[in-house]
């Protein structure tokens, strides 16, 4: 056996026996001042002050009363190489009853566009601040962490922000199509 090898080996059975507490712990995501406007993907916070974080059961048991779903995940982009004349009509897959706003979970959002995001989803509960309101799009995503922000900070008090996405609901029911709500995004955005 070659010594670069041998020492590979070596060093293997020697990180597999020790034990897990003594590996560095990976650096847990702070929550930022404000909204995310960094890139739309990495690794999120475990928190969401104001909100409460919940997994796929917790929204199972939660969709047995009134719940408002909302989906900020992006849009498919019409690929580059695709011909002018080909026949362009993706399909956005999402969890059976939600309101989908493509990239409504910008942090950047213009004023205008996050006014609107916002009066369409006061009309969506009816005015409630104490509706229950779910917000998501895919893991790694900060856009429904931002939206989850945005909705804490307009004063609404059942705010939950689900970071398994849709990818998680999917691992253990179907999706189904849905359509950008109605309006979005504004006009001339």
């Not at 090898?5 to 847990?28: G, K, M, Q, W």
């Not at 009853?97 to 609107?116: I, V």
């Not at 790694?140 to 900070?153: A, F, T, Y």
Request: hydrophobic share 40%; with cysteine; aromatic share 6%.
């Amino acid at each position: 056996m070659r010594p670069a090898t041998l020492l590979r080996r070596c060093a293997l059975i020697l990180l597999a026996s020790l034990p897990l507490a003594s590996l560095p712990a990976e650096a847990e995501v702070a929550e930022p001042p404000g909204l995310w406007t960094g890139p739309m993907v990495g690794e999120t916070p475990a928190t969401l002050n104001g909100a409460t974080v919940i997994d796929v059961p917790t929204l199972e048991g939660m969709l047995e009363g009134p719940v408002l779903l909302i989906d900020v995940g992006k849009a498919a982009r019409r690929p580059d190489n695709l011909p002018e004349d080909t026949l362009w009509k993706p399909v956005h897959r999402s969890i059976p009853g939600a309101a989908w706003f493509p990239g409504g979970g910008a942090g950047d959002l213009p004023p205008e566009q996050a006014r609107a995001l916002l009066g369409r989803i006061d009309e969506l509960a009816k005015g409630d601040k104490d509706a229950v309101l779910v917000t998501f799009c895919k893991p790694n995503c900060w856009g429904s962490w931002n939206l989850g922000k945005r909705l804490v900070e307009a004063g609404y008090r059942q705010v939950h922000w689900l970071p398994a996405g849709i990818d998680g609901w999917q691992e253990l029911h179907d999706a189904v199509p849905v359509q950008p709500q109605p309006g979005w995004p504004p006009e001339g955005e």
